[in-house]
């Protein structure tokens, strides 16, 4: 019985075979189904390209941001620049009368009147920081006032550090050094590289009122990792494999907010208290830094403390 | 003692009295003020300074020009002329130095650091 019922089975499909156009019927839906395929795939494919145009222009978009922000932040500092020459005249002069006037009142006053001349002193005190923010906005608006020549960076590092040992030592700082032996001579202007260091260590030092540690580091290394300004785009300070000189000063500190982590650079950005800081010691930092076609970054936790990482260019670039 | 003769040229009136006044306090100098430099070289062979204190930036004539006049003229070219400024840079003073400034002094300056100033040029003369 079963045998005769495959038989019937059997022979149906066979029938089916020779119905006079299923062949071609199947052969068409073959088609179909195969165009429904390559439909599915090109569609695939284009969402695919659609992603990556979409990732390229996001990426082509925030470049283009960085590069507005570096122009818009490159003219300000040429307004701040130009802005400091036109007023330092100007200012300069009624400070040198506040300053001569208190000099005269100071020898005038008997000297039991200490209120008297406690009220000159902050005058005087209140003038001369004037004329210090003065003198620190002209000194860096002018590029080409750089005197470059080959130095020891450890050295310029160490007699920094001798300058603000003091206020290191008063403010429990131990100083630990990891500087490499035989780096390579930079072209640097002696005086501007130690106002840096002295800016940073002084920064460390008011960050650890308390105590802590400054680790000072110097190491030669080849870039390998695209960053900002360092890469084969057309306005990278450093490229792809070049070796540049890093110096770190990293102290356990109280750290920098990350909200103020993008306006430390700003000139007259601080937190510090407003007898205590111009907020233009770390603006000069980087206009120095910039002067020498260098770059410096800075990293901080709230609370952890904070690293400055400066990359020194050793290349000829710096002769031109 | 003699006293020395100081010549000060500045554009600024009060910067001119308090300077005078605190210099003249001393006891040690007799100071000559200008507020326009228009008539220098017959000012200075008027009064015959030991030393001439000249401001750079001046409306009328600035410190470039009085140099100039003075170096030139044959009874004022040889006094020590110092130049205060509130622009003191080192392309300033090169100009300067090349008309034959003798030493600057940057403003704003104490009453102490101007004194020192003068008796170190004039000690030197």
Redesign the interface.
């Known amino acids: 019985m079963v045998k005769s019922l495959k038989k019937t089975k059997t022979s149906r499909r066979g029938s089916r075979k020779n119905i006079p156009g299923c062949k071609k019927t199947r052969k068409k839906l073959g088609r179909v189904l195969q165009d429904k395929i390559n439909l599915r795939q090109a569609i695939k494919n284009a969402v695919e390209d659609n992603r990556k145009i979409k990732e390229e222009l996001g990426n082509s978009l925030k470049r283009l941001k960085e590069v507005q922000a570096q122009l818009i932040h490159a003219e300000k500092m040429e307004a701040v620049g130009r802005m400091a020459?036109g007023v330092?005249?100007?200012?300069?002069?009624p400070?040198?009368?506040?300053?001569?006037?208190i000099?005269?009142l100071e020898?005038e006053l008997p000297p039991e009147q200490k209120d008297n001349h406690q009220m000159l002193e902050m005058m005087k005190n209140s003038?001369k920081r004037a004329?210090k923010i003065v003198r620190t906005l002209?000194s860096f608006s002018?590029a080409e006032?750089l005197k470059a020549q080959e130095q020891d960076i450890n050295a310029v590092i160490e007699s920094s550090i001798g300058m603000v040992q003091d206020k290191l030592k008063f403010n429990s700082v131990e100083i630990i050094y990891q500087l490499a032996e035989s780096l390579p001579k930079l072209l640097v202007d002696r005086d501007k590289i130690e106002q840096v260091f002295i800016n940073l260590f002084n920064n460390a030092a008011d960050a650890m009122p308390k105590g802590g540690k400054l680790y000072v580091r110097s190491y030669l290394t080849e870039l390998k990792t695209p960053k900002d300004k360092i890469g084969n785009r057309g306005n990278d300070i450093f490229k792809l494999g070049e070796n540049a000189v890093i110096v770190e000063v990293e102290d356990t500190g109280e750290g920098i907010k990350e909200d103020n982590l993008n306006k430390i650079f700003d000139p007259f950005f601080t937190t510090k208290k407003r007898m205590e800081g111009t907020g233009l010691g770390l603006w000069v930092v980087k206009s120095i830094i910039e002067m020498h076609k260098s770059l410096i970054n800075v990293e901080s936790k709230s609370g952890q403390g904070t690293k400055f990482t400066v990359i020194f260019k050793i290349s000829d670039e710096m002769r031109s | 003692m003699e006293k020395k003769k100081v010549m000060i040229v500045d554009d600024e009136e009060d910067f001119l009295k308090i300077t005078k006044i605190n210099l003249e306090k001393t006891g040690r100098y007799e100071v000559r003020t200008m507020l326009d430099a228009a008539d220098i070289v017959s000012e200075v062979k008027l009064f015959l300074p030991d030393i001439i204190l000249l401001d750079i930036l001046m409306p009328k004539m600035d410190g470039v020009e009085v140099c100039k006049l003075l170096k030139n003229d044959s009874a004022a070219g040889n006094i020590p002329i110092v130049t205060l400024s509130g622009l003191d840079t080192d392309k300033d003073r090169q100009i300067m130095h090349k008309l034959g400034v003798v030493d600057f002094l940057a403003k704003p300056m104490e009453k102490d650091e101007l004194i020192a100033k003068i008796e170190e040029v004039l000690q030197r003369k």
């Open positions: 020459s330092a005249h100007e200012v300069k002069n400070l040198g009368i506040i300053l001569q006037c000099n005269y020898e003038a004329d002209l002018r006032e």
